[in-house]
């Protein structure tokens, strides 16, 4: 199978998956779960969602496993756990969508921080290392470190999965917008600018940003981040908008047709890899889908 990078060498633009969480609450996952264990539990289930994705349109399907890291599973008392629930969450994906499209490790951040003295940066690499090595053994070819808003934190995953495996590696941070509406920014105070920069440096092939912003905040980040940076692909998966609370749960307002409209506006800022996060479905990723192949 070609490598992401060169497809995108080639001039194909790619599609992502959607989220994974609102799909697993809709199944019946309860808060306070954790959401790696349905790769034990209710395989089936995970296997579907990674379904629906490719046949929704995805070229790249992620993996159960943003939380799998043995510092966030240690919150359910499941850290010796971690391999087995990395390694099955691959296996999942990788069953679901055949050998044709490529399965997408998705590593998260530890929701730990290293400037509180909360972790250290050993700590966090051998934990990346375990998860990222676990998830190549159950069928991953590339990996997603995602929802990311420390550099540090995302040096120490780069170089885990670098040094330990041979997964295609795509980073994305998670940006805020200010008030103003003037300067994006992660919690952590990282800019798009040093961002890039720290990217590059790290040879980082594919990055961009997911997360925390709707579709219309995620196009000026983009094109902010393209008036600097014209080489490297970027990824971009927004949110369905901010989350409102319902009498039927929490709702995402964006419609599939929102993300379609946006797509021309993505591929003219340097978008190589485009799909949704937290509140997308199935529908977004066909939306996004139509719209690339009526353009290319
Ligand atoms: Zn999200």
Same mark, same amino acid.
């Given at each position: 199978?070609?490598? %992401?990078?060169?497809?995108?060498?080639?001039? #194909?633009?790619?599609?992502?998956?959607?989220?994974?969480?609102?799909?697993?609450?809709?199944?019946?996952?309860?808060?306070?779960?954790? +959401?790696?264990?349905?790769?034990?539990?209710?395989?089936?289930?995970?296997?579907?969602?990674?379904?629906?994705? #490719?046949?929704? !349109?995805?070229?790249?399907? @992620?993996?159960?496993?943003?939380?799998?890291?043995?510092? #966030?599973? #240690?919150?359910?008392?499941? $850290?010796?756990?971690?391999?087995?629930?990395?390694?099955?969450?691959?296996?999942?994906?990788?069953?679901?969508?055949?050998?044709?499209?490529? /399965?997408?490790?998705?590593?998260?951040?530890?929701?730990?921080?290293?400037?509180? !003295?909360?972790?250290?940066?050993?700590?966090?690499?051998?934990?990346?290392?375990?998860?990222?090595?676990?998830?190549? $053994? !159950? *069928?991953?070819?590339?990996?997603?470190?995602?929802?990311?808003?420390?550099?540090?934190?995302?040096?120490?995953?780069?170089?885990?999965?670098?040094?330990?495996?041979?997964?295609?590696?795509?980073? @994305?941070?998670?940006?805020?917008?200010?008030?103003?509406?003037?300067?994006?920014?992660?919690?952590?105070?990282?800019?798009?600018?040093?961002? %890039?920069?720290?990217?590059?440096?790290?040879? =980082? +092939?594919?990055?961009?940003?997911?997360?925390?912003?709707?579709?219309?905040?995620?196009? /000026?980040?983009?094109?902010?981040?393209?008036?600097?940076?014209?080489? /490297?692909?970027?990824? =971009?998966?927004?949110?369905? *908008?901010?989350?409102?609370?319902?009498?039927?749960?929490?709702?995402?307002?964006?419609?599939?047709?929102?993300?379609?409209?946006?797509?021309?506006?993505?591929?003219?800022?340097?978008?190589?890899?485009?799909?949704?996060?937290?509140?997308?479905? +199935?529908?977004?990723?066909?939306?996004?889908?139509? $719209?690339?192949?009526?353009?290319?």
């Amino acid at each position: 199978m070609d490598r %992401i990078k060169s497809k995108i060498q080639k001039g #194909k633009i790619l599609v992502g998956d959607g989220g994974w969480g609102t799909l697993l609450i809709k199944s019946g996952m309860k808060s306070g779960e954790c +959401p790696e264990m349905w790769n034990i539990e209710h395989p089936d289930v995970v296997s579907s969602i990674a379904a629906a994705y #490719k046949e929704a !349109g995805a070229d790249l399907i @992620s993996t159960n496993s943003f939380g799998g890291n043995r510092i #966030k599973l #240690k919150a359910y008392g499941l $850290e010796n756990e971690a391999k087995r629930l990395n390694r099955q969450s691959a296996y999942l994906t990788r069953k679901a969508i055949g050998e044709q499209h490529h /399965v997408l490790a998705s590593i998260g951040p530890s929701g730990k921080f290293i400037i509180m !003295g909360d972790i250290s940066v050993d700590e966090l690499y051998e934990s990346f290392r375990e998860q990222a090595i676990a998830l190549e $053994e !159950g *069928g991953a070819d590339a990996c997603i470190i995602e929802t990311m808003v420390d550099l540090e934190e995302t040096r120490c995953a780069v170089l885990a999965v670098k040094e330990n495996t041979k997964l295609e590696m795509i980073v @994305s941070l998670t940006f805020m917008r200010s008030n103003d509406g003037g300067r994006f920014n992660t919690i952590m105070g990282t800019t798009p600018e040093m961002f %890039i920069n720290e990217m590059k440096q790290m040879n =980082v +092939p594919v990055f961009g940003v997911n997360c925390t912003l709707s579709v219309e905040d995620m196009s /000026v980040l983009l094109e902010r981040m393209y008036l600097f940076e014209k080489e /490297v692909p970027f990824l =971009v998966y927004p949110n369905a *908008g901010q989350p409102q609370l319902t009498d039927n749960g929490i709702l995402y307002p964006e419609s599939p047709e929102v993300f379609a409209k946006y797509v021309p506006d993505f591929i003219r800022n340097g978008a190589k890899i485009i799909g949704g996060c937290c509140g997308t479905f +199935p529908e977004h990723i066909r939306a996004i889908r139509n $719209e690339i192949d009526r353009i290319q």
